[in-house]
């Protein structure tokens, strides 16, 4: 059984920064694809990032957040981040992490297996 924790979320101010940690438990964590996705209240959950497995190298990110927000994976903690820089009002929302169900797991909620519970960010003044 694979068990996702993510921590980092608060409350922050427009332009503001934020990491985003998620910790996992019950697999080879480095095996698998890691993507962050999130859910703005009355909104469909969404693609943040995806980062590769092993080492990492292969990244995408949804065009909302290019250039602000970068993943990153340490295997040996078997931790995910998402450093967010930058931080929008529209950034507000619950964000996951997700472990790929294939090598192939990409955008798609669906392509992904275990969920964390989610950590609430909230952009505001």
């Known amino acids: 059984q694979v068990h996702l924790v993510e921590f980092g979320g608060g409350l922050v101010q427009p332009g503001g920064s934020l990491r985003l940690s998620c910790v996992a438990s019950?697999?080879?964590?480095?095996?698998?694809?890691m993507g962050w996705f999130r859910q703005a209240p009355g909104k469909e959950r969404e693609f943040v990032a995806r980062?590769?497995?092993?080492?990492?190298?292969?990244?995408k990110y949804a065009d909302s957040v290019k250039g602000r927000f970068t993943v990153s994976r340490d295997n040996a903690k078997n931790m995910l981040y998402l450093q967010m820089n930058s931080l929008k009002s529209d950034d507000t929302a619950i964000y996951y992490c997700?472990?790929?169900?294939?090598?192939?797991?990409?955008?798609?909620?669906?392509?992904?297996?275990?969920w964390g519970q989610g950590t609430q960010v909230t952009v505001s003044s």
């Open positions: 997700a472990l790929g169900s294939s090598w192939f797991a990409d955008i798609g909620p669906y392509q992904y297996a275990y």
């Open positions: 019950g697999r080879t964590f480095s095996r698998y694809v």
């Open positions: 980062i590769g497995s092993w080492s990492g190298d292969n990244t």
